[in-house]
């Protein structure tokens, strides 16, 4: 009984690391725009794996809820707009692929947003894709930062990561369309 007691105690776990990781974002970008790369290196390293660990605990723990799958790509976006963000303000990213960046999520978000009010509560469930997304996401912009911080990994793996955030930006963002389009269509058809 003891032990079921502690299990519900620490629900809320997954929900604070997101919300921290989202508190995390200030300092991230205040060091970025300082040029002081190697604390902003560790905090996006720190968000990263809190990404992983939020996410860890709510599926081995069951310890989901609507307002954690809310909160978690919420937290992700908001981490890596504002990073991208910040690089591109310091001419460290090209702006167009900020740009990339900026609309893929503006899209997946106003298209929730409208599902929501439209269609019905949105169940976030990040397509295999959308993951993929992320990963090649974080790499880059680890990259990026790496390279004012130690000058590695050679430019050639930032331009191949960059490439990949284009890519998977634009893929990922029509995957999210043409499902969450169907799922509209199957929910409006009687």
């Given at each position: 009984m003891a032990a079921s007691a502690q299990h519900i105690r620490l629900a809320w776990l997954p929900n604070f690391i997101c919300i921290v990781r989202m508190i995390l974002v200030i300092p991230v970008?205040?060091?970025l725009v300082r040029a002081?790369?190697?604390?902003?290196?560790?905090?996006?390293?720190?968000?990263?794996?809190?990404d992983w660990f939020d996410g860890f605990l709510a599926r081995r723990f069951?310890?989901?809820?609507?307002?954690?799958g809310l909160l978690d790509p919420l937290a992700d976006k908001l981490?890596?707009?504002?990073?991208?963000?910040?690089?591109?303000?310091?001419?460290?990213?090209?702006?167009?692929l900020f740009a990339i960046v900026l609309l893929r999520d503006l899209v997946i978000?106003?298209?929730?947003?409208?599902y929501e009010y439209l269609i019905g509560p949105?169940?976030?469930?990040?397509?295999t894709v959308g993951k993929l997304n992320t990963v090649i996401a974080l790499l880059y912009l680890f990259?990026?930062?790496?390279?004012?911080?130690?000058?590695?990994?050679?430019?050639i793996s930032i331009t191949v990561a960059g490439a990949g955030v284009f890519v998977v930006?634009?893929?990922?963002?029509?995957?999210?369309?043409?499902?969450?389009?169907r799922f509209a269509r199957q929910e409006r058809t009687p």
């Open positions: 970008i205040w060091f002081e790369y190697q604390i902003a290196l560790v905090l996006v390293l720190i968000a990263g794996i809190s069951g310890w989901t809820s609507r307002i954690g981490l890596f707009v504002s990073v991208f963000a910040a690089l591109a303000w310091s001419g460290l990213v090209p702006g167009w978000v106003s298209g929730a947003i409208a949105v169940e976030p469930s990040p397509s990259f990026v930062i790496a390279w004012q911080v130690w000058g590695w990994p050679p430019a930006s634009l893929v990922s963002g029509l995957d999210y369309v043409l499902t969450w389009s």
